[in-house]
């Protein structure tokens, strides 16, 4: 059966939890894992606009939620693939910020030694598996992911995250298609802002609640409010434990809101500054700030030291990356396949 909520009302925030099973130590995570991503991203913005490297590159200031919440509600063991609004996914999982900025840098102490940039993080230790540059490619790979450990009979989940823009790709489908035929252990999740690159939901699709668009699979889906840690792990909580049961995968469509263009070369003309505003209302750090001042789990004076912690972690990692060497042209060569000698002779 099919769970739905209504769309997130803009200004609003409201949500289904008042956020009573969560403790202290959680909200103060939530705080500093936000903090950490917007003051990165606010950091490369700058850096980008002064040239200090080029590419694409997409911010995620204001979805901060998504990354918080999931990653509370999830195991280290369980994979991520997204992607490439992606330079925060790493720094939740626990990515030294230093490597996450060399990476933007093209430098060789960054997380793909320079060669994946903006579009492309990966950290293996951590289960990151991606950051990929084609819209909606990385489907396919997470429900392939998600097949491989199913067959090694291991006990994880893949998160497989896109835009709202990414579900328009054909492979979606036949994603869903094979997932729920095989009931694979994979969560979809839509990050869904609203605009993909520049064009509502609205105008795009006869569908506007997108946690149905799985129903003729019979894929279970639920609509979430993204703008709120506690709404968005229980959410992927619940999806969790559904998929962990062997019931194959659970679609989640979480409401955003990007504040930032959808790259950095965005003239963002198809909305207005009062909409942003209006998001702002909701911002999901005020949030969380809100919480642990009104519980006294802490004071003004201790949230500023968490974010000029921060600042001073982003400004360290800037320093890093500008000190570091950068990616040789002999480096495109490596890394490119892994070879292994084969369990039988050769011909």
Not at 118 to 144: C, E, P, T, W
Not at 311 to 317: G, H, P
């Amino acid at each position: 059966m099919t769970t739905k909520t209504a769309p997130v009302p803009k200004g609003d925030k409201s949500g289904k939890s008042a956020g009573a099973a969560f403790g202290k130590d959680t909200y103060l995570r939530w705080f500093k894992d936000m903090m950490l991503m917007r003051r990165f991203e606010e950091k490369t913005g700058q850096l980008y606009t002064m040239q200090k490297f080029g590419g694409f590159c997409h911010l995620y200031i204001g979805q901060e939620a998504i990354l918080a919440g999931m990653v509370t509600a999830i195991r280290p063991t369980d994979r991520i693939i997204t992607g490439y609004r992606d330079h925060a996914h790493p720094l939740v999982l626990g990515t030294p910020s230093k490597n996450v900025m060399a990476e933007l840098f093209g430098r060789m102490t960054g997380t793909s030694k320079g060669k994946g940039g903006s579009m492309h993080y990966f950290d293996k230790q951590r289960n990151l598996f991606g950051g990929h540059g084609i819209v909606g490619g990385q489907i396919g790979l997470g429900a392939g992911i998600a097949f491989a450990d199913k067959y090694r009979g291991e006990d994880h989940v893949t998160l497989c995250m896109m835009g709202d823009g990414a579900i328009r790709q054909g492979i979606l489908h036949e994603t869903f298609n094979m997932a729920m035929t095989w009931k694979l252990p994979v969560i979809f999740i839509i990050e869904n802002n609203n605009y993909a690159m520049g064009t509502s939901v609205e105008r795009t699709s006869n569908v506007h609640d997108l946690s149905t668009i799985g129903e003729s699979y019979d894929m279970p889906g639920l609509g979430v409010n993204g703008m709120r840690c506690e709404d968005v792990h229980e959410a992927i909580a619940m999806a969790c434990a559904h998929v962990r049961a062997g019931n194959g995968p659970y679609l989640l469509d979480i409401k955003t809101y990007r504040y930032k263009g959808h790259s950095m070369s965005d003239p963002q003309k198809y909305r207005t500054k009062e909409e942003v505003e209006e998001y702002k209302k909701q911002d999901p750090i005020e949030g969380v700030r809100d919480t642990l001042l009104a519980r006294k789990w802490a004071s003004e004076a201790d949230l500023e030291r968490i974010d000029e912690a921060v600042k001073k972690e982003v400004e360290e990692a800037v320093k890093f990356a500008e000190e570091s060497p950068m990616a040789t042209p002999d480096e495109l060569y490596n890394d490119v396949y892994f070879e292994k000698d084969y369990p039988f002779e050769k011909d």
